[in-house]
């Protein structure tokens, strides 16, 4: 279904945090694309840099961040500072966010249909009954009965909240939508359900998508293709199927090892070393406090990428 | 839903009389644990004035009995309750004939509309102020000049004033330093007067607004810096609206919560602080009243300010409470679920 047309494209990029006791490193030379009609995974453990590649794409990365390096470019359009105003256009109209916090993305004290309806009105000019219907046809789309319009945010269970926030994202036909940890908050049945939901809504609108999370089960029924990220840099990117029959770096096993299964009884694993200070990154590979593998090569230079199987890179200096 | 139910209305209703009950009672109870007697208080200020008083205990006498001084504590708690019910604290014990009540009368206006409009400037103001400053997109020419309007804080306002008076009304002769109005006008609803009052007012206005427009600055800047960090903040911006709606709807509306409560609840002690202010003015409010009647030990017309003050304060926070749930539909909904 993925046209080979690239709708997002992410060159680059780095994004330092400056905080007083130095520059956090949240994304290092991160290259990246989306093609029309796909999903791609961004998956990594807390802090490595998800939500910070997702906010420099909507040119929001929060203060003390600044992107320092790299290219954003949608339909190959760079927006990396690109004027507010201009900005402004383009958010939601091209590019729409599910933010991460579930419980938080609605504003607790405004109805939802004002909610929704403002981030319409601010692009389109429709009002009044057409205004209502398509509300009521967006809050059916994701499921959601009609009498939510009214509601406050407070009335509403997790799961439909996040519904709205799906129905929220999808008013405007972007061209792509950044899911952030979009099921994390929820229970796991509830997980189940948003994530099925915004699957048909995907497959509705041909959105592309990235999708961000650490649950390697759930990406591998939703995405086309994965991101593995450590630390700030990307270690593997490659189609669903390839990484999953054969992860080449050990992060990314690491990560598939993760996966519960109730066939056999694993013993959980906890992390081997801590991931280094991001302030001071050592040189060469990100990875080597925590690689089983690690060799005096990977203390020197960070690993280049290689291309293992079709589409399917690593940076990792085994190979 | 949100909105307000009956069950929190009649909640809040009770909770106003409750409040005011336990403030009269203080009231009550509070001159009578001092162990000072008023009446010998009053006998020396007579003494004082006059030299010698003859049969002293025959006026004091007469005096407790008139002001049932005499009877059995709870016989005089329920007289006082009634007094409370009407308004009508009876005679002023300083000067005698005239009715306590009546004597709060004449101070209540100038009191009331000069302390209203101050807070309710002095709140606007602040709460613009700190929303700007708090807010990340607010331009960087304007983020750099905003904190100067907080140098006044650290201010007391009777020093602020003062100052005031100085500069302004006896050096350049701007407007006029002290009172409510001139005697060359006559009191009224003519534009001469009305004018004059508005002068008047100018300088207490300023030195009350100036010197505490930062505390609520200073609050809002910190609930919008924290609302700044909301994912519903970020999720607004997101959506590619207008800053203008962003920073009311989102931001402000947001922030603004809290520092609502705090601004019912510093009704009471608003007209507290204005003691000062009236006095360093000579300003014929309630204020001044108080003052004068706490020297003159004055109870009858104590009870009355303070009464009103307490009833003034519940009432600001009953109508806030009231309305808290058209502004924030969490409320009703929280404590429906308590009880
Ligand atoms: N405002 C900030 N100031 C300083 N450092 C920050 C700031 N925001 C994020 N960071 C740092 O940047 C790094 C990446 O953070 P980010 O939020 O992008 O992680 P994440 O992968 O989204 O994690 P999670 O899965 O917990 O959401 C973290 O190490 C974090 O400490
Ligand atoms: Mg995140």
Avoid at chain 1, 186 to 209: I, P
Avoid at chain 2, 255 to 270: K, M, N, R, V
């Amino acid at each position: 279904m993925a046209s080979d047309q690239k709708v997002l494209e992410v060159n680059d990029l780095n994004v330092h945090y400056f905080t007083p006791r130095g520059a956090v490193i949240a994304a290092n030379a991160v290259n990246l694309y989306v093609k029309e009609g796909e999903i791609v995974g961004l998956v990594g453990e807390s802090g490595c840099g998800k939500t910070t590649v997702a906010m420099s794409i909507l040119q929001m990365v929060s203060a003390p961040g600044r992107i320092v390096g790299g290219e954003i470019k949608i339909e190959g359009q760079n927006i990396v500072n690109l004027p507010e105003k201009e900005l402004r256009k383009i958010r939601w109209r091209k590019l729409a966010l599910i933010p991460q916090g579930a419980m938080n993305s609605l504003n607790p004290v405004i109805k939802i249909r004002e909610q929704m309806e403002d981030g319409i009105t601010a692009h389109e000019k429709v009002r009044g009954v057409a205004l209502r219907d398509k509300v009521f046809k967006l809050l059916n789309d994701v499921g959601l009965p009609e009498r939510v319009y009214n509601m406050f945010p407070h009335e509403l269970s997790g799961g439909m909240k996040q519904r709205v926030c799906i129905a929220m994202a999808v008013a405007l036909n972007p061209v792509i939508i950044i899911a952030d940890e979009p099921t994390s908050a929820l229970d796991v049945v509830v997980q189940r359900v948003v994530a099925q939901t915004l699957l048909d809504v995907k497959t509705r609108l041909g959105v592309s998508m990235i999708m961000i999370g650490h649950d390697m089960g759930l990406q591998a029924q939703m995405v086309d293709r994965v991101a593995v990220m450590y630390a700030g840099n990307l270690v593997e990117v490659g189609p669903v199927g390839s990484i999953f029959e054969h992860p080449y770096h050990p992060y990314t096993r690491l990560l598939i090892d993760a996966i519960p299964s109730t066939k056999q009884k694993k013993s959980l694993k906890v992390t081997e070393g801590l991931t280094h200070d991001l302030r001071n990154p050592p040189r060469g590979c990100c990875f080597q406090f925590r690689c089983p593998f690690v060799r005096d090569a990977c203390r020197e230079k960070p690993p280049a990428f290689k291309q293992m199987a079709p589409d399917h890179f690593v940076a990792c200096v085994q190979y | 839903m949100g909105g307000l139910t009956r069950s929190y209305f009649i909640q809040r209703v009770l909770m106003f009389f409750l409040t005011i009950w336990i403030g009269v009672t203080l009231t009550f109870v509070i001159p009578r644990l001092s162990g000072s007697d008023p009446t010998t208080a009053m006998l020396l200020t007579m003494m004082n004035q006059r030299g010698y008083v003859e049969n002293a205990d025959k006026i004091i006498e007469s005096y407790k009995t008139s002001f049932g001084l005499n009877d059995p504590l709870p016989i005089q708690y329920i007289r006082y309750l009634g007094h409370v019910v009407r308004f009508d604290y009876g005679f002023s014990f300083a000067r005698f004939p005239t009715a306590a009540w009546d004597m709060v009368t004449p101070a209540l206006p100038w009191t009331l509309i000069l302390l209203s409009v101050a807070a309710v400037l002095s709140f606007l103001i602040g709460v613009t102020v700190g929303s700007l400053m708090g807010w990340r997109k607010t331009p960087r020419w304007l983020q750099s000049i905003l904190p100067i309007s907080l140098t006044f804080t650290s201010i007391p306002y009777f020093m602020f004033g003062i100052l005031l008076i100085s500069i302004i009304a006896f050096k350049l002769h701007w407007l006029p330093a002290t009172g409510g109005y001139s005697r060359s006008v006559d009191p009224g609803w003519n534009l001469p007067f009305i004018k004059d009052v508005l002068l008047h007012a100018v300088l207490p206005l300023i030195s009350i607004v100036l010197t505490s427009m930062g505390g609520w600055a200073l609050g809002m800047r910190g609930l919008m810096i924290g609302v700044n960090n909301e994912d519903y903040f970020l999720l607004a911006q997101a959506k590619g609206l207008s800053p203008a709606r962003v920073f009311f709807r989102y931001g402000i509306r947001n922030a603004i919560l809290p520092a609502l409560t705090a601004f019912a609840l510093g009704i009471g002690s608003l007209i507290g602080g204005s003691i000062l202010v009236e006095f360093i003015f000579a300003y014929p409010g309630t204020g001044y009243t108080l003052y004068r009647a706490i020297q003159e030990q004055d109870y009858t017309v104590i009870q009355t300010i303070t009464n009103l003050i307490i009833i003034i304060t519940a009432a600001g926070v009953l109508i806030l409470d009231l309305l808290y749930p058209l502004i924030d539909p969490r409320i009703t909904y929280k404590r429906n679920v308590a009880s």
